[in-house]
């Protein structure tokens, strides 16, 4: 069975500042990783996936994610944040290929502050 | 390209009533999942079909229940509404449901009075 830790319900952090959202998974099973952002009031859109190769994967606006299989873990980080990236984030993992579902993290509620 | 369309938004029912969901995927995607989302449990997998057919499913009682089209169209019945079932139903498709990328719609909000 998997299961994704997201070890901070909550981040709060000023505008411009450097943000890190935990996430560790565990699988007994080579996995594709995920990270997922929710608006309020919307349904979740993808933020960057790992699926192989490179286990530094960025998306378009600005966040990057490091997989370490060693620690099992796939850290989501931004070296500035907007007030705009006020959002939930969830992390989440996938088997692939027969199993075809996403086990996902409780969320991390990143609020930016002015 | 349209998203997934998700119908209805906001709906509220009362115990023992049973909720119909209905869920248009991207054209051309033939995976489509279901997952309920509460505060308390967070995202659960409910069900995921492909071409009809249903490949996997998660953790709930027989009362959730799902079918898909042959236009990939997707709907989700929840019988005999229980208070806990009370939450925000996302759908999402995506082309094969290989990779676990998925686009998701905005939901159904249903709340069981």
């Known amino acids: 069975a998997q299961s994704v830790t997201q070890l901070d319900s909550q981040v709060p952090v000023f505008e411009e500042a450097p943000v890190e959202l935990r996430c560790n998974y565990s699988s007994s099973v080579s996995v594709y990783l995920f990270w997922y952002v929710q608006y309020p009031n919307q349904g979740l859109q993808l933020l960057l996936k790992y699926l192989s190769g490179s286990t530094l994967v960025e998306s378009i606006n600005g966040f990057e994610a490091e997989f370490n299989k060693s620690q099992t873990s796939f850290h989501l980080r931004k070296p500035s944040v907007h007030i705009s990236d006020t959002a939930e984030y969830f992390c989440?993992?996938?088997?692939?290929?027969?199993?075809?579902?996403?086990?996902f993290g409780k969320g991390t509620l990143l609020t930016v502050n002015p | 390209k349209a998203g997934v369309t998700q119908t209805p938004r906001y709906l509220i029912k009362t115990r023992g009533q049973q909720v119909t969901l209905s869920c248009s995927p991207i054209s051309g995607h033939r995976s489509v999942s279901w997952y309920q989302q509460t505060p308390g449990q967070g995202l659960q997998f409910l069900f995921e079909y492909f071409s009809e057919t249903q490949r996997n499913k998660g953790n709930f009682p027989g009362r959730f229940s799902g079918r898909q089209f042959s236009n990939s169209r997707s709907e989700m019945n929840v019988s005999t509404l229980e208070l806990g079932d009370s939450a925000l139903y996302l759908c999402a498709s995506s082309p094969f449901g290989e990779d676990g990328e998925l686009f998701f719609g905005e939901g159904s909000r249903l709340t069981v009075l």
């Open positions: 989440a993992v996938s088997s692939g290929g027969s199993n075809y579902k996403l086990t």
